[in-house]
């Protein structure tokens, strides 16, 4: 029987897994190696130690309402998109709010996460850790890890030549990079075309001599301000959006995909994606295509060698008198702190069932929190996760056998990578990942009920964004307030748009009303599909479902 759970790491997943912890009627104690909560989010000017922080100018990718925790909405005067200071604020006030400050340890790093001698049995750990220079041992009946997945920067040298031996300017991951100044006047070469390095190369754009930007594989580039001025994910994340990428035949899903991307502007003409391309990223970024445009940032190729002072790419052009590379590649994760024959279980998530448990275990007492990557926000996910694994250390929900555990495992996992030297996508759909959590732990909502019972709520469940909140209409850790925050999402997200009001006489509210009428008989016919096939648009290699 689960009692006392240890909890590594004070992040998003940390917090979520107190919390969950405590609903549940478990004892949780967690371990922050740091002074404060925040993990990644909680932004320092130093590398403090070794731990990985966002660097100064971070915006959120997704918006307030698609990654708050599912009980508790954002402050509606928060804007859309938060900067890394008001999402730590943020976390301070949930933390207050559902007093989980008491259950942290600061300052304390987990040494080692270890068997008992009776694990078979009793499914215990020991967990040794060190505050100053004072070590202590505790024995847990559950441990959950919410170190996540930015842990130790990948920096594929290697794959590099010359960059160790010839080249004499400064190279770095983009984990040391804080802020703009040490790169003002100097010519920088941004490696890797991801989300950060997209992000790096805008921001270096403003001070640097000039910003070469190398892209190994073809790029989408959206914006996170969809039509009409509202929060891309929120437009485009929905059950009936997530509905038809499964009705429809996804060659087609994929041209009428790509045409919206290339609706704002001409991928091909800038050089990042063109139609035919079959490996593709997709990354969020206002401003490079004005900044590609303006010629303050250089797309190129990939890097085929460094000499002493230029790079010379795939294409046979040459970039001379290069001062910094920045690679932003990436990370791996790591859990130095886990005894051997537990690590050497997951070489990725997708060796964990669900994303989450070990499935060799004797006991399912281990849960990886976080470490899945989707669509939308992870945020979201790791709140799930630890919503479900805290219902099963309870005693409420069960696992299936082992050897189920390993087959749905290999089911996910390609026995082999189609090409050794790419990094695999291992992004997943946000709704049907969410979505088969939730199953799990019995908190999945049932559209079709909802347009029996309260058709209002199933049409906003269906058309509208799917928002954390949908996940707490049912089941345990039902919330009261659910409803509400569903049917007022558009207001939070609109109010802090309110400071100055113009007159708008234009009242779309009937049209509304009509277009929900109508909308009735698609939203029961996709409901009898969805009770057929509960767990459609599930694919372990999903790509982005925008």
């Known amino acids: 029987m689960v009692r006392r759970v240890a909890v590594i790491g004070a992040g998003v997943g940390g917090l979520a897994s107190i919390k969950c912890c405590l609903d549940e009627g478990l004892e949780p104690t967690c371990f922050e190696r740091s002074e404060d909560i925040g993990g990644l989010w909680r932004y320092v000017d130093s590398m403090d130690g070794g731990r990985v922080s966002v660097y100064r100018s971070v915006i959120t990718n997704t918006s307030k309402e698609m990654s708050c925790f599912s009980d508790f909405p954002c402050p509606e005067d928060f804007p859309s998109f938060l900067p890394h200071g008001l999402l730590l604020e943020y976390f301070r006030m949930y933390a207050q709010h559902f007093d989980l400050l008491r259950h ?58 010359g960059i160790n031996t010839c080249f004499k300017g400064q190279y770095l991951h983009s984990r040391e990079y804080k802020d703009v100044e040490a790169f003002r006047g100097k010519r920088v070469l941004v490696v890797g075309i991801g989300n950060t390095g997209g992000d790096l190369s805008v921001e270096l754009s403003r001070v640097a001599a000039k910003v070469f930007l190398s892209a190994r594989s073809s790029t989408w580039v959206f914006s996170r301000v969809s039509d009409h001025g509202f929060p891309f994910d929120m437009v485009s994340t929905t059950r009936f959006n997530h509905f038809l990428d499964w009705l429809l035949p996804s060659a087609l899903t994929k041209r009428i995909r790509f045409r919206k991307f290339n609706s704002w502007f001409n991928h091909a003409n800038y050089g990042l994606a063109s139609t035919k391309s079959s490996n593709f990223k997709v990354i969020i970024n ?130 082999v990578k189609r090409n050794p030297s790419e990094r695999e996508n291992l992004k997943i759909s946000f709704i049907s990942y969410t979505d088969e959590i939730a199953s799990c732990a019995g908190v999945k909502p049932s559209v079709l009920r909802l347009l029996l019972t309260d058709p209002r709520l199933a049409l906003a469940v269906f058309f509208g964004p799917c928002t954390p909140y949908q996940y707490r209409l049912v089941g345990r850790g039902k919330w009261s307030g659910a409803r509400n925050a569903i049917l007022t999402q558009w207001q939070r997200t609109l109010k802090p748009l309110r400071t100055r009001v113009v007159d708008d006489s234009s009242n779309g509210s009937n049209s509304w009303r009509w277009m929900c009428l109508l909308a009735l008989p698609v939203a029961l016919t996709a409901c009898f599909l969805l009770s057929k096939y509960p767990r459609l648009g599930w694919s372990p290699r999903a790509g982005p479902q925008l």
């Open 104 to 161: 942290i340890h600061f300052k304390t790093t987990a040494l080692s996460v270890r068997k008992c001698p009776d694990f078979a049995t009793s499914g215990q750990w020991e967990v040794v850790t060190e505050t100053g220079s004072v070590q202590e041992s505790h024995i847990f009946d559950a441990v959950m890890v919410c170190t996540g997945h930015y842990q130790e920067p990948y920096l594929p040298l290697a794959s590099f030549p």
């Open 286 to 415: 206002e401003e490079l295509p004005f900044c590609l445009l303006s010629g303050t940032i250089v797309l190129k190729p990939n890097v085929k060698e460094f000499t002493k002072s230029s790079a010379v790419f795939e294409d046979g052009t040459t970039e001379e008198n290069i001062d910094v590379v920045l690679f932003a590649t990436g990370y791996i994760f790591s859990f130095p702190f886990l005894e051997e024959s537990v690590r050497s279980l997951f070489d990725d998530n997708r060796s964990l069932y669900k994303r989450i448990f070990p499935p060799q275990l004797e006991k399912p007492t281990l849960a990886i929190i976080g470490l899945v990557q989707l669509t939308g926000s992870v945020m979201v996910g790791a709140e799930m996760q630890a919503r479900w694994v805290t219902a099963i250390f309870a005693g409420w929900n069960k696992l299936p056998p082992a050897s189920r555990m390993m087959a749905d495992v290999l089911k996910k996992k390609p026995l």
